[in-house]
Nanobody, 114 residues
Framework: QVQLVESGGGLVQPGGSLRLSCAASGLTVSRYVMSWHRQAPGKEREMVAAIIDTASGAHYLDSVKGRFFISRDDAKNTVDLQMNSLKPSDTALYYC???????WGQGIQVTVSS
């Protein structure tokens, strides 16, 4: 049984940082395209960052380039999203994904507010 469990969300002030982590079980993250997505109230889910393999590197939503960084730890079987210089517009429910929408985590709330 595949499980993706997100952690690290919460409330942060504008300009602050958070690090989300996705712990995978039942699959090997190095064998999947791993990604982070988010969905704000009233908006569609959008892909924030994805990591394919070392050669292909990572891909980011334009609005988070230079602020967010996705990384994968094959030994721990985890995928992290480091989020810096957070803005109120980054407020959303963040999801970890594996493959092409094959598997999803339950989501974790990130709120950026003063």
């Amino acid at each position: 049984q595949v499980q993706l469990v997100e952690s690290g969300g919460g409330l942060v002030q504008p300009g602050g940082s958070l690090r989300l982590s996705c712990a995978a079980s039942g699959l090997t993250v190095s064998r999947y395209v791993m990604s982070w997505h988010r969905q704000a109230p009233g908006k569609e889910r959008e892909m924030v960052a994805a990591i394919i393999d070392t050669a292909s590197g990572a891909h980011y939503l334009d609005s988070v380039k230079g602020r967010f960084f996705i990384s994968r730890d094959d030994a721990k079987n985890t995928v992290d999203l480091q989020m810096n210089s957070l803005k109120p517009s980054d407020t959303a429910l963040y999801y970890c994904g594996a493959g092409l929408s094959d598997y999803w985590g339950q989501g974790i709330q990130v709120t950026v507010s003063s």
